[in-house]
């Protein structure tokens, strides 16, 4: 018997866009495993997916028409529960046997053909059997509603099937949206299964309006993507599909010349890709004079709104012509082209009356009615939250010590949610900030001031670029600190992969702004500058803001660091200190790297883990050390070598030469192994002891200013 290659498709109403491929990907990948787990898929076998607006597919290669038999021992029961003391079988034995198939028409026999297996300190009784491979109707079928029942489905539909005049009523089926068609080939033939009230066969179709025929017949399942491509007018494949869109996109603005080039989007090539079967890009154009609107607002209208990709010329600047993905080929595309422009062009009306209307206020004049906009019922208003940060900002710029500075950040700060009240953010959220930005210029503010109100919601995104300027990067960070210590204040933590107030998303945005801007800033004193700022609020837990904040912050910078490929150990070494300046952090990892690899390492840090170990048991010790009572040779030596050492080391420290300052302490290995190996710590005599342990005191601080060195050892 030889395998055949298999094709599945529902061929259904228009799926959601956002989520095709997600659903193809999918459809196809369950399917394939749970034929792989029947037995009636091969190790070879390679599962294609296809998802078009109106279909789900697979193709999946290497099938079994029959899966293999399969031999199976199952254990029933220890041997004194199914067998008496004359060795004949129990009834629970016999009972356990006939719920498995098994012929029991002969008891000796039965029992006789058992296995007497150890099982641990007894012995178990084993049942040996042939349990028959699935055909490939009954394995398809259930591996079919698996599929279909761990669809990625983000709302179902329920609708009735046509009524079958043998049956009572109406019959109702939850699907993502009404399906009308079932293809399932193994080779050329057609598996006879059954889903949403449809009947496997050989037919499917094409594009609604350009197919060749309808309805398709497909010879067999491996000329699904090909006849479908001729005789259906459709790209099956999502992949495919959304390669030729951007081919022709770049074709098409190749055409326009002079640089021109469609916009970046992915996300957006995913969602036309979902809509069009046939796709053909087609160059529009509206009048030039919108360009006196701000780019991203023409931009986004057309994105948003219509799914058109704007194109721009060579230095990045929004031109007056834009490409359509049409999903048909008209031999005259006038009329499609046409009607695109005249579709587009009210939207862009509004956005420039929008932008009209919005500069006849100034944003000064805005400031008054952020106290009518509710933030947080609990938290007050905008214009509360907007006096919280211009204090956080205030505070973190006096620690800055530029005056200047204050200046600006405070202006930016009062200004930054002003936008919020304009018509143009009313109707396209994602333009807050940058709308402030424009209007900021146009009401004859500072560069600085108008790009820190647009720049204090960055890093907007895991990898976006952080505020251009320092006053940019106060603002945000104050923004941030805000709702961060706010919301941690009130108990409205991140929960699973719940995050409404983009918490996970803010914590690392004040930490890239710390570490890649260095700044000379402690965490724990902007945390509780932040938190001062909600003193009176009815229900602001004061203590839990500041400390659950602080582990939050350095749980998501542990998690960033490994993300960025440092090993566990390094992170946790460096990390276990708390350190409170973050742009001290790389430098840090750096120099417990370039420790980790020296020779006297791991000694070292083993040592470490011992000293911790000691000092663990004593309540409280004192650092310094008496000569006089110092007896041993080892401990004689030891004490000489970090006399010698400690002040280099520290001195490397301080002028923040981490790397320098461990490899010197690094010396210290030879007489630190002598101390443990030659002298007794905890002697009998009290001066004795506690002078050692002054001495490992010492040390320890010595050795870990870097990092707990003792997160090393093995």
Not at 53 to 77: C, E, F, G, S, Y
Not at 290 to 313: G, S, W
Request: charged letters at 25%; proline letters at 5%; a neutral charge.
């Amino acid at each position: 018997m030889t395998t055949k290659n298999l094709l599945v498709e529902l061929f259904v109403e228009e799926l959601p866009p956002k989520v095709l491929k997600k659903l193809g990907d999918a459809f196809a990948g369950v399917l394939a495993d749970q034929l792989k787990a029947q037995g009636l898929a091969t190790a070879e076998s390679v599962v294609t997916a296809y998802a078009s607006p109106r279909r789900l597919a697979a193709h999946i290669t290497h099938i079994w028409l029959k899966a293999a038999d399969k031999a199976v021992q199952q254990k029933l029961m220890p041997v004194s529960v199914g067998l008496d003391a004359l060795g004949k079988g129990t009834p629970a034995l016999f009972k356990k046997l006939k719920a498995l198939g098994a012929d029991v028409s002969d008891p000796a026999a039965a029992v006789a053909a058992l296995k007497r297996v150890p099982d641990g300190k007894a012995e178990s009784l084993f049942y040996d059997s042939l349990v028959t491979g699935a055909t490939l109707d009954t394995g398809l079928q259930k591996a079919l509603e698996e599929a279909i029942a761990k669809l990625p489905i983000p709302k179902v539909m329920s609708y009735q099937l046509e009524r079958d005049c043998a049956l009572p009523g109406w019959t109702s089926v939850n699907f993502v949206r009404p399906a009308h068609g079932l293809v399932a080939l193994h080779g050329s033939t057609v598996v006879p299964i059954k889903v949403l009230g449809l009947k496997a066969g050989n037919t499917t179709h094409g594009h609604r309006f350009e197919a060749a025929v309808s309805p398709i017949v497909l010879k067999d399942a491996d000329s699904y993507a090909v006849t479908l491509a001729k005789d259906g007018a459709v790209i099956a494949s999502f992949v495919e599909r959304k390669a030729e869109i951007a081919r022709q996109l770049a074709a098409a603005a190749a055409k326009v010349g002079n640089g021109a080039r469609p916009i970046e989007d992915d996300a957006l090539l995913d969602e036309v890709t979902a809509l069009v079967e046939r796709p053909n890009v087609l160059v529009c154009q509206f009048e030039p004079q919108f360009l006196n609107v701000p780019q991203e607002c023409l931009i986004l209208t057309m994105k948003a709104n219509q799914k058109y990709f704007p194109l721009l010329d060579a230095q990045g600047k929004l031109t007056h012509q834009f490409l359509v993905v049409s999903n048909i080929s008209p031999s005259d595309a006038s009329a499609v082209i046409g009607g695109n422009e005249r579709v587009v062009r009210p939207r862009l009306a509004d956005a420039k009356f929008f932008f009209d209307q919005d500069r006849k206020k100034t944003l000064a004049s805005r400031v008054a009615g952020l106290d009518k906009v509710v933030y947080h019922n609990r938290l007050g208003t905008q214009g509360e939250r907007i006096e919280r940060v211009r204090a956080i900002a205030k505070a973190i710029s006096r620690q800055l010590g530029d005056d200047e500075l204050a200046q600006r950040v405070d202006q930016a700060a009062l200004l930054a949610k002003t936008d919020l009240l304009t018509d143009m953010v009313g109707e396209f959220p994602e333009l807050q900030g940058i709308m402030g930005r424009y209007y900021a210029l146009n009401d004859g503010l500072n560069a600085e001031v108008a790009d820190a109100i647009e720049d204090h919601y960055k890093p907007r995104f895991a990898g976006d670029a952080l505020p251009r300027t320092m006053t940019g990067v106060v603002v945000a960070l104050a923004d941030k600190l805000e709702t961060l210590i706010g919301m941690f204040g009130i108990g409205n933590l991140p929960t699973g992969d719940k995050d409404p107030f983009a918490l996970r998303r803010h914590a690392l945005g004040v930490i890239r702004m710390l570490v890649e801007k260095d700044l000379p800033l402690s965490l724990d004193t902007v945390i509780q500058e932040a938190a001062n700022e909600f003193k009176g609020i009815a229900g602001f837990d004061f203590g839990r803001a500041v400390v659950e904040s602080q582990d939050f912050f350095y749980d998501r910078l542990a998690g960033s660091l490994r993300e960025q490929g440092f090993k566990a150990q390094e992170v946790e070494a460096v990390l276990a200190l708390l350190p409170q300046r973050l742009g001290d952090i790389p430098k840090r990892l750096a120099a417990v790297r370039a420790f980790a690899a020296l020779a006297e390492a791991p000694a070292l840090a083993a040592a470490n883990k011992r000293i911790a170990n000691i000092l663990k048991k004593v309540q409280s010790v004192d650092p310094h050390v008496n000569e006089r009572l110092l007896r041993e040779p080892a401990e004689i030596a030891l004490y000489a070598a970090m006399k010698a050492l400690t002040p280099r080391a520290n001195a490397q420290f301080e002028a923040g030469d981490y790397t320098a300052s461990l490899q010197t302490l690094a010396a210290l290995r030879v007489p630190v192994d002598a101390f443990f190996d030659g002298v007794m710590v905890n002697a009998e005599e009290m001066d004795l002891r506690l002078n050692r342990q002054g001495l490992l005191q010492s040390l320890h601080n010595a050795m870990n200013r870097v990092a707990d060195l003792s997160r090393l050892a093995a």
